[in-house]
């Protein structure tokens, strides 16, 4: 379940249907790359991670106006350890049946992403 914590469990590795689905959605863009994170796959740009796969669930890293228009059509943010969300992730409810609008949180998602710079280590 989205924003759902994970407390004293093993969250569910992505399936390979949603991590298939995943990748139709990530934008096509040569900035963006995808790799491994939490089990399951994560879309990077500038070494800033804007889109992830957690339990199956998509979410968006996203500012502050789209969160709140996430939120109120049902997201919830991403809590991959109890107690420690990252609130700037915010999950789309029914994402792989909700293909246009996932392009297009995608694109919202890249852009914030690009305006936050390039990762420091």
């Known amino acids: 379940m989205p924003g759902q914590s994970h407390a004293g469990a093993k969250h569910a590795k992505s399936g390979l249907a949603a991590q298939t689905a995943f990748r139709r959605v990530v934008p096509d863009d040569e900035r963006v790359t995808v790799r491994p994170m939490f089990g399951s796959v994560a879309a990077f740009a500038g070494g800033q991670m804007f889109m992830c796969l957690f339990d199956n669930e998509l979410y968006y ?8 228009t996430l939120r109120a059509a049902g997201g919830s943010p991403l809590e991959p350890m109890p107690g420690r969300p990252m609130r700037e992730y915010m999950a789309l409810p029914d994402w792989q049946v909700a ?11 890249l852009a914030y ?7 420091k280590k």
């Open 113 to 119: 992403a690009i305006s936050l710079g390039p990762k």
């Open 99 to 109: 293909a246009a609008p996932t392009h297009e949180w995608g694109e919202k998602a």
């Open 61 to 68: 890293r996203l500012g502050e106006p789209d969160r709140e």
